[in-house]
Nanobody, 127 residues
């Protein structure tokens, strides 16, 4: 089993920054990648970014490039998502997910490919 626990969500003003983190535990040694997705009320879950387990390869949704940065702390088995220039449309529950699919690069952007999910952390951007 794999456990994913997100943290760092909260309320921030438009234009501000926030970092969310995901701590992975359990049988993670064969994981392929960790990804971030988000979902706001009435919308489908949306890919944000993903990073390979070794931290060498990342993948971003086009709308996040330049504003969001995903990083991997291998020693702490944690992945971070640094979000800058936040907009009200970024308001959502942000979910961390892990995929076990061998050495797949770039990390997948399809939520259906991910095997384990965290509970999510709320990010609210006020205008």
């Amino acid at each position: 089993q794999v456990k994913l626990v997100e943290s760092g969500g909260g309320l921030v003003q438009a234009g501000g920054s926030l970092r969310v983190s995901c701590a992975a535990s359990g049988r993670t040694s064969t994981a392929s990648a960790l990804g971030w997705f988000r979902q706001s009320p009435g919308k489908e879950r949306e890919f944000v970014a993903a990073i390979s387990w070794d931290g060498r390869t990342s993948n971003y949704a086009d709308s996040m490039k330049g504003r969001f940065t995903i990083s991997r702390d291998i020693a702490k088995n944690t992945v971070h998502l640094q979000m800058n220039s936040l907009e009200p449309d970024d308001t959502a529950v942000y979910y961390c997910a892990a995929v076990f699919a061998g050495d797949v690069r770039p990390p997948p952007d399809n939520a259906d490919r991910y095997d384990y999910w965290g509970q999510g952390t709320q990010v609210t951007v006020s205008s």
